[in-house]
Nanobody
């Protein structure tokens, strides 16, 4: 069983930056796809970005392209989400999820989420 744990959320002013980190206990992310999702109050959870661990190929939703960067750290077995030029509409609970098939189209393991709040 893989446990996914997020860290790095917090409060930041618009235009600022935050870095989220996702780790897995129990095994390596090797062979997995790892994605970040977010859910704002009163809204459905939405996809933010994903990375295929083996190839490093990344994919982003249009609203975050050019501002967010997803990356992997093999030494630490973590997937990071660097968020720059943050906007109030980025405020949400951010979730990390892992797909052991390495495809990134269905996620089996989810973290508890970390709150990101961007003030105007």
């Amino acid at each position: 069983q893989v446990q996914v744990v997020e860290s790095g959320g917090g409060l930041v002013q618009a235009g600022g930056s935050l870095r989220l980190s996702c780790g897995a206990s129990g095994r390596s992310f090797s062979g997995y796809a790892v994605g970040w999702f977010r859910q704002a109050p009163g809204k459905q959870r939405e996809f933010v970005a994903r990375i295929i661990w083996s190839s490093g190929i990344t994919y982003y939703q249009n609203a975050v392209k050019g501002r967010f960067t997803i990356s992997r750290d093999s030494a630490k077995n973590t997937v990071n989400l660097q968020m720059n030029s943050l906007k109030p509409e980025d405020t949400a609970v951010y979730y990390c999820a892992a797909d052991p098939r390495g495809l990134g189209n269905m996620y089996f393991y989810w973290g508890q989420g970390t709150q990101v709040t961007v003030s105007p």
